[in-house]
T-cell receptor, first 114, second 114 residues
Framework: AQSVTQLGSHVSVSEGALVLLRCNYS??????LFWYVQYPNQGLQLLLK??????LVKGINGFEAEFKKSETSFHLTKPSAHMSDAAEYFC????????????FGAGTQVVVTP | DAGVTQSPTHLIKTRGQQVTLRCSPK?????VSWYQQALGQGPQFIFQ???????QRGNFPDRFSGHQFPNYSSELNVNALLLGDSALYLC?????????????FGNGTRLTVT
């Protein structure tokens, strides 16, 4: 069975500061890992994905994440927060044989303060 | 290029009624997955359709059923609605034959059961 844990349901960052969102996973097989962002009253938008290629993955809007197998982590970072980064962020995992069946974490709400 | 479209955007039903939600996948996509997102939680996988058949299913009761049409659009049906079925229902589409084809999500249907 696979699962995802996101540490911190709410994160507040100052504009221009580092954004760090934590995600740990458990999976019996090498997983695919994803980060999605959800703005109010909208669906989910893919930020980036790890599919067993490079362990450092660059995504849209300046975000990146690093897959660390030894720590079973896939933390999301952005060097400098922008007001438009305020949203809810979800980490998700899937097995390679179950493409399209994602297991999501509970989400982290990011608030950006001026 | 139209993305994933869902209808209706909002719906209010009474406990015990039945509801049908609709999804048109992104142009060129052939696989549709449905997710339920309760308030304050991450999305939960309901099921996936490809070639007009249910291919994968999450941990949802038989009250949840679906259909995929020859044009790849899909419906989600929920019978005997419960208060706990109130949620945002998200449809996601992808292209099965393309390795690692990312899921594209619609903006969802907000279902309220009273």
């Amino acid at each position: 069975a696979q699962s995802v844990t996101q540490l911190g349901s709410h994160v507040s960052v100052s504009e221009g500061a580092l954004v760090l969102l934590r995600c740990n996973y458990s999976s019996s097989v090498p997983p695919y890992l994803f980060w999605y962002v959800q703005y109010p009253n909208q669906g989910l938008q893919l930020l980036l994905k790890y599919t067993s290629a490079a362990t450092l993955v660059k995504g849209i809007n300046g975000f990146e994440a690093e897959f660390k197998k030894s720590e079973t982590s896939f933390h999301l970072t952005k060097p400098s927060a922008h007001m438009s980064d305020a949203a809810e962020y979800f980490c998700a995992v899937s097995e390679k044989a179950s493409w399209g069946k994602l297991q999501f974490g509970a989400g982290t709400q990011v608030v950006v303060t001026p | 290029d139209a993305g994933v479209t869902q209808s209706p955007t909002h719906l209010i039903k009474t406990r015990g009624q039945q509801v049908t939600l609709r999804c048109s996948p992104k142009s060129g996509h052939d696989t549709v997955s449905w997710y339920q997102q309760a308030l304050g939680q991450g999305p939960q996988f309901i099921f996936q359709y490809y070639e007009e058949e249910e291919r994968q299913r999450g941990n949802f009761p038989d009250r949840f059923s679906g259909h995929q049409f020859p044009n790849y659009s899909s419906e989600l049906n929920v019978n005997a609605l419960l208060l706990g079925d109130s949620a945002l229902y998200l449809c996601a589409s992808s292209l099965r034959g393309l390795n690692n084809s990312p899921l594209h999500f619609g903006n969802g249907t907000r279902l309220t059961v009273t």
